[in-house]
């Protein structure tokens, strides 16, 4: 048996999530611990060709890893056929072109979400990538994370009994950028660059919500922009044209609500920087990135509601910890190696860009909503 040694071009990695998340801990971690093993014995190898405009950063970051080759030439690579993945971590509105040159030149396609700055045109790219005969698939990290998987677990588990609600709140305090640098890059803020809070999160929630509980039917918004003046990576002031925070209400396939705050102007006061709380009539949970705590119907205390006296109780307290039992890799690196099997296999992998074609369409939903105060109802999304 021989190894499947697949090029794959990295778009996208002189920033921070696609240095990171996808070449340091996914790519590159992946190459030297052998690849990913197949069930007949052989490994898959990647090896990754860096593509991007910055001609010293590139270089820079080929040096420091030993990358042989990198590039500021597209077209050079997509007409290489030694390159058989694209991988694109751009920013939102250059990616739409990137992504079709791609699979008009056949790799196959893996993506940052949103794939695309309109529904419309994720449908259309998901739909060329059906025709050409290509594999896809969507970054959909935190279905991997080790509290997540843990929810998973007490999901399938039917540890809730019947689920009644999702409750999620995400965000802490994005510094303007004037007296400290910003966390964030600038474009985040600005709507005419893909900048939003709407349609950077919207789509994660999308994915969580349906492959954790059931798909999302109505979507009903309110967005602000509660920051209007902010400072750029040169120091200089400019308007924020974006919304920097979304509140969220969104009904769920069999009545299931899920309300979910998002912010960049909320400061911490909770245990991880995104938690979800999930009651069932059996028993309730919260879980974030790494760690999850329940709470079954059995060992629920009796709350009392007197406002005349000092409650005794400590509720953090009264919830229990779901053990690992597992290793949990990296999130983004689990799901390389999953998408690198659907490449070589064609093993089922559902993060396809059909799916992401669908969290674009609840944050679509989520800005009309928001603009016309209505709610708003999801259609079945499907490629005709």
């Known amino acids: 048996m021989s190894d499947h040694v697949l090029g794959v071009a990295m778009n996208g990695v002189t920033g921070r999530m696609g240095y990171r998340q996808h070449l340091t801990r996914s790519i590159l971690a992946i190459r030297e611990a052998g690849g990913v093993p197949l069930p007949d014995g052989s490994r898959i190898i990647p090896e990754p060709v860096l593509v991007g405009r910055s001609e010293r950063k590139l270089r820079e970051i080929a040096d420091q890893h030993g990358i042989e080759r990198w590039t500021t030439d597209l077209d050079s690579v997509l007409s290489d056929d030694r390159i058989s993945v694209y991988f694109d971590a751009q920013i939102t509105h250059a990616r739409e072109a990137a992504v079709r040159a791609a699979i008009a030149a056949g790799k196959h396609i893996y993506v940052e979400k949103p794939t695309a700055s309109t529904l419309s045109s994720a449908l259309e790219l998901a739909k060329l990538a059906r025709d050409a005969g290509v594999r ?11 509290g997540l998987l843990k929810l998973r677990r007490l999901v399938e588990s039917g540890f809730f009994g019947k689920i009644l609600s999702v409750r999620g709140e995400f965000g802490y305090w994005v510094f303007e950028g004037d007296w400290q640098p910003a966390q964030r890059p600038s474009w985040n803020y600005r709507a005419e660059e893909g900048g939003g809070m709407v349609l950077d999160m919207f789509p994660h929630w999308h994915y969580v919500l349906e492959h954790l509980f059931a798909p999302v039917r109505t979507v009903t918004a309110k967005v602000a922009t509660h920051i209007p003046e902010r400072w750029d990576e040169e120091g200089r002031a400019y308007q924020a044209t974006a919304d920097d ?40 949970a919260v879980a974030g990135l790494r760690t999850c705590r329940v709470q079954h119907r059995a060992s629920t205390p009796k709350a009392v509601w007197n406002p005349d006296l000092e409650d005794p109780s400590s509720y953090r307290e009264q919830w229990d910890e779901v053990p690992d039992n597992t290793e949990f890799p990296n999130g983004f690196r689990a799901q390389w190696e999953g998408f690198l099997r659907h490449v070589v296999l064609d093993t089922p992998f559902p993060h396809d860009l059909l799916s992401g074609a669908r969290g674009l369409q609840m944050a679509e939903a989520g800005l009309r909503s928001a603009q016309n105060g209505h709610t708003v109802e999801l259609d079945e999304v499907t490629l005709t």
Do not use: C, M
Request: proline share 2%; aromatic share 10%; glycine share 12%.
């Open 136 to 146: 896809n698939g969507v970054v959909q990290d935190k279905l991997f994370l080790p």
């Open 245 to 284: 925070s979304a509140y969220g209400i969104f009904e769920l396939e069999g009545g299931i609500i899920a309300q979910i705050n998002s912010s960049w102007n909320v400061r911490v006061n909770r245990d991880e920087l995104v938690e979800f709380q999930v009651d069932g009539t059996h028993g309730s």
